[in-house]
């Protein structure tokens, strides 16, 4: 077994108007898309639940704060904060000091002691 350091994201959100939050989650995938760093930015939508999923993967910390630096956050995010909340949100790897950032995110750490392995 080898050890994988990317660090991955999913985050779970209620959707209180689909047809805005679909215009604003392109914008971000098409954003995302070009982040060196981003190794996975997928989206999935349940409208009859009113819910989405959003699991992403970067490749280090880094590239997870270039992110969040970004216009994903800056441009999009407030918007997107009206037509959805973000419920809950598990960070998978060693995110470091990432996780002594704002204590209001609904996170949970998957991280050191517990770290992904991958086959080798």
Do not use: Q
């Not at 050890?3 to 959100?13: G, K, S």
């Not at 999935?44 to 910390?61: G, I």
């Amino acid at each position: 077994m080898t050890t994988d350091t990317t660090i991955r994201f999913v985050l779970e959100i209620s959707v209180n108007d689909i047809a805005r939050f679909k215009e604003l989650v392109a914008k971000c995938v098409e954003i995302s898309s070009d982040e060196p760093g981003t190794l996975m930015y997928s989206w999935y939508l349940d409208e009859a639940a009113s819910t989405a999923r959003l699991v992403e993967a970067y490749k280090d910390v880094a590239a997870v704060l270039a992110h969040a630096r970004g216009p994903v956050f800056t441009e999009v995010g407030p918007e997107l904060l009206t037509v959805c909340t973000f419920v809950k949100m598990d960070a998978f790897g060693d995110v470091g000091k990432l996780k002594d950032g704002p204590s209001f995110w609904p996170t949970t750490y998957w991280g050191t002691p517990f770290s992904a392995l991958a086959p080798s």
